[in-house]
């Protein structure tokens, strides 16, 4: 889906996240691992509700705009983004607000 690495984006270290699309089905129980203590099934329709930590809120966001995006493109109603990088994908960039 894309990639985030912005340098502010976490105080602790410089991080980079590369984020996936996966559709996980709901009797799968994800676990934790790497540097998450917990994992938490979200409803998309509530993550304007909720705290996340540092990014993974504007993620989250630019994974539903993306998606409403595309669900326009499908039904006609946006024309296809034109390509804006030499492989003839649209560039993703996100860029966290300094505190």
Known sequence: FGVYGDPLRD???HTTSIVYIVDIPQNIVPHAGDDATHVHRVALD???QRLFFIDHKTIL???LKSRTRANM???HR???P???SGD???FKRSVCPLP
């Open 11 to 13: 105080a602790r270290r």
């Open 88 to 90: 003839g994908e649209p």
């Open 46 to 48: 509530d993550i304007s």
């Open 61 to 63: 966001n630019d994974y």
């Open 73 to 75: 493109i499908a039904n």
């Open 82 to 84: 034109e390509p804006r």
């Open 78 to 80: 946006l024309p296809p």
